[in-house]
């Protein structure tokens, strides 16, 4: 069975979550023990939380920016 908590760096401290799982995160690609673990961390961690709103508001950004045209003749 896979332990999906998250690794101390000292005895005492959690080890804060990459952008990458972060990332993941957002995107639900987790199962629910791994997230509520993620979860609980942020609850305690103000600046992963502000970290994750960071990631959330810049994937919004990028969704509502559409695609590219090719200039004309390209």
């Known amino acids: 069975m896979t332990d999906h908590r998250l690794p101390p760096t000292a005895p005492d401290k ?8 972060l990332s993941a995160l957002i995107d639900r690609a987790f199962g629910a ?3 509520a673990t993620m979860d609980a961390h942020l609850e305690a961690c103000l600046g992963c939380a502000d970290q994750l709103s960071s990631l959330r508001a810049a994937k919004l950004a990028l ?3 559409g695609r590219p045209t090719a200039p004309a003749g390209a």
């Not at 959690?14 to 799982?21: A, E, F, L, T």
Request: net charge positive.
């Open 33 to 35: 023990r791994k997230t």
């Open 14 to 21: 959690p080890r804060h979550p990459s952008v990458i799982d």
């Open 63 to 65: 969704a509502g920016a």
